[in-house]
Nanobody
């Protein structure tokens, strides 16, 4: 059984920074993709960043240059460093693991950017 546990969500002012963490428990091996998605009220869930087990990364244009995803394969942990946060980044952020044709989700962590 794979479980994802996120941490690091908080309230910050515009221009601030946050670092989210997601630890995956369970027996995970081989090629996999870990990522972060977010969902704002009234909007669809969207990809924020993803990283393969070989550390290839992918970002949408809205966060490129501000967010950085990284991972520690020895700990099955993925991180999201978010800099220069904007009010439009406010959302619940979800960790995702795609492995062996299955997609796993964390419970979500709230990020609020407001002055």
């Amino acid at each position: 059984q794979v479980q994802l546990v996120e941490s690091g969500g908080d309230s910050v002012q515009p221009g601030g920074s946050l670092r989210l963490s997601c630890a995956a428990s369970g027996s995970i091996f081989g090629i996999n993709v870990m990522g972060w998605y977010r969902q704002a009220p009234g909007k669809q869930r969207e990809l924020v960043a993803s990283i393969t087990s070989g550390r290839s990364t992918n970002y949408p244009g809205s966060v490129k240059g501000r967010f950085t995803i990284s991972r520690d394969n020895t700990r099955n942990t993925v991180y999201l460093q978010m800099n220069n946060l904007k009010p439009e980044d406010t959302a619940v952020y979800y960790c995702n693991l795609r492995w062996s044709s299955v997609s796993y989700w964390g419970q979500g962590t709230q990020v609020t950017v407001s002055s």
